[in-house]
């Protein structure tokens, strides 16, 4: 049993920690990639220039940082901005703390920071230790209405809570394995039987449902000891697991817009408990209604994560008034550097307008399709590849329009649709 309970947990542990790591890697780009888009460079530029923390400039920076720490429940000393000086050094810039600003001190150039500055995109860092502890580090660049980089969006956080429940997981289970031997020993098979294989298939249970994102499913074990204290944090995971995917639902619309001449209808069934598929609805002005269905490649937490992104970033660029195809060349531009290791996104956004008209652009999305006023069928065909596939691209084939007659209607699924 011993040997048994150490084969088990030696991998787990090494499986947890590393998705701990890659998870806090994911939520720390998306605060940065999105909170850096909400800056306002041209301020952050007018506080390196006046190092003055009661400048209204210096004030409105810090309340957005204000407002991105409470959002995210992250603590002042792990947010921050930077900017390279004159001197070639990296100091602080603004910062969300009530205590005395600290604008213009030096701070050592670590290589994401280098990495951010090069790359003008979200750098993260592996898992490092310096005198405070164990940290993971995301800079994201912040730019000016020019388009250039003004400073570094910081955002850090301290690993040793994320890993401490998964080590206390370990930790109880060894502990309870070396109980059960001893109890088998004096108490024989029956005893054994009762208090310690049978919890521990009900564990192995749980642990096997959250593997195939069945977070509904719970532990039920009242044995008063730390197998229930174990199940108890089992059930806390799933239970937080599931608010994720609440999280995740409450991405799409509420309520369609209302759009004079139409009727709008839209519905998701997932099949994990979060993913990467997105519909979404909304007014550009009176007379002009977005919409779009997305799809990020693969399922969980990760693709999820970048899908907030993304949505973050659409809404954004759409109220800027570009036409669907260039929306689509600088959405692929601001998630480039979440769209690594083979993920890519599929999207067709098209905008609405009242007389009829419809224009998109397609990006590998399918099915989309128009089923017209005389029963017939038209493929909304695509413009280019998916977001993160670099491809060159036709400049002057980047969206189309089509008119909707009355009685048309359009479609649009993920591939969800045609793989049920």
Known sequence: LLVLAFALLVPTRSVMREQVTVDLQNQLAAIAST???????????????????????????????RAVRDVNGLKSEHLYTFYVGGDAML???????????????????????QRALDSQRVEVTGLYTDAYGKWISAAAPIRDSAGSVVGLLEVTQPSEAYFARADNLIITNTAIAIIGIAISSLLGYVVLTRLVIRPVR????????????????????????????LAEELNNLSEQLNVASTIQAGFFPEELPVCKGYRMAGASEPCDATGGDYYDAFKLDDQRTAVLMADVTGHGLG????????????????????????????????????????????????????????????????????????????????????????????????????????????LLTSDGVTAA
């Open 91 to 113: 100091h602080f810039g603004v910062m969300p703390h009530e205590g005395e600003p600290f604008i213009g001190v030096d701070y050592d150039r670590k290589d994401h920071h």
């Open 35 to 65: 909170a850096a888009l909400q800056l306002n460079g041209d301020l952050h530029r007018r506080v390196v220039e006046t190092q003055d923390p009661h400048d209204p400039a210096f004030l409105a920076l810090r309340d957005q940082l």
């Open 202 to 229: 009900e564990i192995r249970k749980g642990l096997e449902a959250v593997g195939n994102h069945d977070f509904a499913y719970r532990v039920k074990i009242n044995t008063g000891d730390e197998f229930q204290s």
């Open 303 to 410: 693709p999820s994560l970048i899908m907030a992104t993304c949505r973050s970033a659409l809404h954004a660029l759409a109220r800027t008034g570009l036409e669907p195809g260039e929306l689509l060349q600088r959405l692929e531009a601001q998630l480039a550097p979440d769209l690594t290791e083979g993920r890519f996104i599929t999207m067709i956004y098209g905008v609405l307008d009242e007389d009829g008209t419809f224009t998109y652009a397609n990006a590998g999305h399918a099915p989309a399709m128009v089923r017209t006023a005389d029963h017939g069928v038209k493929h909304l065909g695509s413009h280019r590849p998916p977001l993160g596939v670099i491809i060159p691209l036709d400049e002057d084939d980047l969206q189309s329009t089509v008119h909707l007659e009355p009685g048309a209607r359009v």
